[in-house]
C-alpha cells in the first residue's frame, strides 16, 4: 500500500509533516510512504536517519494559502500538491494527504486526481463535532456551493460506506440536514432529496435540524455545500462568542478568578469537544482514490493519524466499494 | 390608530394576552385595540375594568399549534387570528398581533390580508440576538423556504425601511449571508444577489459570514429561509448544548458548585442575550398592512412592547413607504 504525503502544504510544514511521515513509517512497516517536496530541504529534516519505507518524490513548486486554487493547479504543475495528485492519478500511489490550501486541493481532486465514473460531484466530508466527541461525517462541506437532489443521495451513499470502512459502523444513520424534522419541511433541494433517500440503499433516517447535530442524531449527515458552511461556522461563531465571554467572566474580580480556577480544567475539554479542528483528517469523496484534506494546523500526530486513517479506509477497499455501489455492480 | 390583538394565540393566551392588552391601553389612550376572541371568556378576563378604548371583537373558533397552517386558516374563517386579518384587509385595524400558530400567521397575513403590490414574497424578519443586546433584524426566517435573488432585494428595502422606521436608524447596513466575505463566494443564488444588491437603494455592506452575526456587523441580514433558519437552529444548538454542559460542570463537586454561586449570576445575562426568543415581536413584512407575530410564550409585558413596536411602525407610516419605495412612487 503507497501514500502519497505533501510534504510542503499546511502550517507546520515541511517539518512537522516529515516527523509525522517517519513516525508512522515507523509504525506501520508494510505501508510505502511518499514524501513530496523539495528534496533539498526533506532530507536534511530527516538528519540520515529516512526509513526505508519513505521514498522522497521530488517536487520544485509549493501551492500557498493565498494561490487561487484552480489557477494554482493548472499553473504549478510541479507543486508539491499536484504531483501527490498525479502519483494518484498515475496508481503509483493509492492515496493521498495535504494539509496544504483547501481550495486548490479539491481542485487537484478533480483536476489532477478526477473524478470516480458516475459521480457528478465530489464531496469534501469532515466530522462534524458531536457532545460524545464520536462525530457526525458531514458531506457536503464545501467542495460544491450548489446541490441538486441526486448529488446528495451520492453524497449518502459515499459517505455511508466511509463509516462502515473506515469507523465499522455497521448500519451508519443517514441525516438530511434541514429545517423540520417532518417529511414535507424544507426547500425544494430538500424535499426532493427526502424522496429520492427514502429509495437508496443506505439507512435513511430523514430529516436532522441544525440543533439536534451536537447530539449526534445520525452517523452521515448530507447536506449542500452552502447550507453545511452556514451551519458550521453559525455553531462555530456561538461557541466561539460564548467561550470569549466566559472567560471575561471569569477575569472580573478575585472570586471570579478563583471560580476560574476550579471551573477552567472541567471546561476546556467543552471547548476542545465543539472545535471540528480537533476531529482528523476529512477525505475528499467521489475522485478515483483516496484524497485526504487534513487540517492547516495539523502537527506529526495528526499527519500519523491521518496515514492510520488512509491506511483503514485502503485495506476496507473504499474506493472500489464505493465504485461498485455507484454503478451498480 | 387600530390594533387587532388576537387574544386567543400563544402559551398564554387569553389571560395574560387580556391583560397585556389592557396595560397597553392605559398608556397609549390615544390607540385603540381591537381584541379579537371569544367575548363571553374574555369580558370576564376584565374584572369590569374594561377601558374605553379596547373594543372586543367576537371570534368563536381558535387555531391551535398543531393545526395545519393553511387549512386552519382557509377552514376556520370565525378563528380570532383570521377575524384579526379581516379588520386589517377591511382597514378596520391599522395593524394585528398574535401569539399564535407561526404557520398559520404567515397564512393569514397571504390569504387574508393579503400580499402588497410588487412584492413577490412577504417575509418574516424577527430580531437575530447579537452580543451587545441589539440584534439584526434577519429576514427571511421562515416565510418561504426557496427565495430568488430578486426576493433577497426586497428583503432588504423592507428590512432597511423597518429599522429606519421602527428603530431610528438612518442608514442601516444591509448584509447577505454568505459561506465567505469575498464578493464571488457563495452558491449561484447568493452570487445572483450580490450583484443585485450592489445596485438596490440600500447601505449594502456585502457578505456576511454567520459566525460574525453575533458581533452585529449589520443592521439588516437577507437571506433564504431554508439557510436562515439552518443558522438559527445551528446558533441555538451550540448555545444550548454550552449551557447545559456548563450547568453539569457546575454542579459535579463542592467547589464547582461554590464556583456556581459566583459566576452564575454573571451568566445568566449571556444566556439570555443568546434567545432570540428575548429580541420582541417579529413583522410580517411586504403585506397590505402590518402583521405582527409575538413569540409563542409572550406574557403581558411582551404584548405590551409588541403593541409599543406596531404603533412606532404606524407612526412612521411603514407600510406606506414601503409600498412606494417598491413601486418607484
Known amino acids: 500500500m503507497r501514500i502519497a504525503i505533501d510534504a510542503m502544504g499546511g502550517d507546520n510544514a515541511p517539518g512537522l509533516i516529515v516527523q509525522g511521515a517517519m513516525d508512522a513509517a515507523a509504525q506501520w512497516p508494510d505501508t510505502e510512504l511518499l514524501l513530496v ?8 529534516l530527516m538528519k540520515g536517519q529516512k526509513p526505508s519505507n519513505i521514498t522522497i518524490c521530488h517536487a520544485d513548486e509549493v501551492i500557498g494559502p493565498d494561490d487561487e486554487p484552480v489557477k494554482a493547479v493548472r499553473r504549478k504543475k510541479g507543486a508539491s500538491m499536484v504531483v501527490a495528485g498525479q502519483l494518484v492519478r498515475e496508481k503509483q500511489a493509492d492515496a493521498m494527504l495535504s494539509a496544504g490550501n483547501t481550495g486548490a486541493l479539491m481542485a487537484t481532486g478533480l483536476l489532477v486526481v478526477g473524478r470516480m465514473d ?3 460531484r465530489p464531496a469534501l466530508a469532515p466530522m462534524m463535532p458531536t457532545m ?4 457526525i461525517l458531514t458531506l457536503d462541506l464545501g467542495a460544491n456551493m450548489d446541490a441538486k437532489p441526486e448529488h446528495l443521495v451520492q453524497y449518502a451513499i459515499m459517505g455511508s460506506i466511509y463509516r462502515t470502512k473506515v469507523h465499522g459502523l455497521e448500519k451508519p444513520r443517514v441525516g438530511l440536514l434541514n429545517v423540520g424534522t417532518e417529511a414535507m419541511k424544507g426547500n425544494e433541494m430538500a424535499k426532493a432529496a427526502y424522496a429520492l433517500l427514502e429509495q437508496a440503499p443506505v439507512h435513511f433516517i430523514g430529516n436532522v435540524e441544525a440543533r439536534d447535530v451536537l447530539n449526534r442524531n445520525c452517523d452521515v449527515l448530507v447536506c449542500d455545500g452552502f447550507a453545511g ?6 455553531m462555530e461563531g456561538a461557541a466561539g462568542t460564548i467561550f470569549t465571554s466566559l472567560k471575561e467572566a471569569f477575569s472580573q474580580t478575585l472570586l471570579t478568578k478563583l471560580a476560574a480556577a ?7 475539554p467543552l471547548k476542545k469537544r465543539m472545535d471540528y479542528k480537533e476531529h482528523g483528517g476529512a477525505p475528499l469523496l ?6 485526504v484534506k487534513c487540517h492547516g494546523s495539523s502537527d506529526a500526530l495528526a499527519v500519523k493519524n491521518a496515514v492510520r486513517q488512509a491506511r483503514t479506509a485502503l485495506q476496507g477497499q473504499l474506493i472500489e466499494t464505493i465504485a461498485a455501489e455507484i454503478n451498480g455492480k
Chains 1, 2 share one sequence.
Do not use: C, H, Y
Open 118 to 120: 458516475g459521480i457528478e
Open 37 to 44: 517536496g523539495d528534496t533539498s530541504v526533506i532530507e536534511p
Open 286 to 291: 467521489g475522485l478515483n482514490g483516496l484524497v
Open 132 to 135: 460524545d466527541d464520536i462525530g
Open 229 to 234: 458552511n452556514i451551519m458550521l461556522k453559525a
Open 262 to 268: 476550579v471551573m477552567l480544567p472541567k471546561l476546556r
